[in-house]
């Protein structure tokens, strides 16, 4: 059996035979942005290389894997290899030449199984920024059939038309609508955690965060939604008066909860 990914922007599939449905297609596609992010600099709050390099559109995420592919000799590709099979599928690639502005050919690595997943990674990670591609009615086009219809006195037979787009605005908002990208960033990059606790020589315990890979079917890790995020920092520190206060406050909750250490 397989399972047919399609690239929306460039109309290319592929087909996987280690995903089984689009639930395992997004589990793989939110691995794979934690693993992008961290190779595109993200973790240093640096939310426009993520606009350019990769929500720019799969154009802009041609290279992405040979960017992957840097960092420490490709042991991140290697790693994601051993952990599941279906990792070799997304890296499988094919030479391919062009022919550059100078007229000269150039030769470079294509990878068709990627190529299909990257509009839905593109898409995963604008949603960090809560920039996400929102289907939207053209002005002119809406314009031109009320005019036809009004020609024709005719209503408008709303049901007809998808007005979820733009009616739902009117009552609905989201809570991070008023931060910063950077805060945006900040609370949609952060990974599920779990303590580990070393006992040194002299008895002392040394306490690590180290990554939770056990919420992905594929072992990688996931970033805790943004709004989660937001909404544990809101409820648990909201009633801190003053700087000090909240020093405590976060100071106490990071011997429960890795989030916020």
């Given amino acids: 059996m397989y399972y047919t990914v399609t690239n929306t922007d460039n109309k290319h599939s592929a087909e996987f035979s280690h995903i089984a449905d689009i639930g395992e297609r997004d589990k793989l596609v939110r691995g794979l942005s934690y693993f992008i992010l961290r190779a595109f600099g993200i973790d240093e709050l640096n939310p426009n290389v993520a606009r350019v390099k990769i929500t720019g559109g799969t154009d ?22 051993n952990q599941h099979p279906v990792f ?8 391919k030449e062009h022919k550059g502005k100078d007229g000269k050919v150039v030769t470079y690595n294509y990878y068709p199984k990627f190529d299909a997943l990257s509009r839905h990674i593109a898409d995963y990670i604008s949603t960090i920024f809560d920039t996400m591609r929102k289907p939207k009615i053209e002005d002119d086009d809406t314009r031109t059939q009320i005019d ?33 990208d950077e805060v945006k960033l900040f609370f949609g990059t952060i990974p599920y955690g779990v303590y580990e606790d070393v006992k040194n020589e ?60």
């Fill in 202 to 261: 002299d008895g002392t315990v040394t306490r690590t965060v180290i990554t939770d890979y056990n919420r992905n079917t594929f072992g990688c890790p996931e970033f805790r939604p943004a709004e989660e995020v937001w909404s544990l920092m809101v409820n648990k520190f909201h009633t801190a008066s003053s700087i000090e206060e909240l020093d405590k406050m976060l100071e106490e909750c990071v011997a429960i909860d890795p989030l916020y250490a």
């Fill in 88 to 95: 070799e599928e997304v890296f499988e690639k094919v030479q």
């Fill in 148 to 180: 036809d219809q009004d020609e024709q006195s005719e209503g408008i037979d709303f049901k007809a038309n998808d007005t979820d787009h733009w009616d739902k605005a009117a009552y609905e908002f989201s809570k991070l609508d008023g931060l910063m």
């Fill in 60 to 81: 802009k995420m041609k290279s992405t894997v040979d960017k992957l592919a840097e960092i420490n000799d490709g042991s991140i590709i290697e790693y994601l290899k």
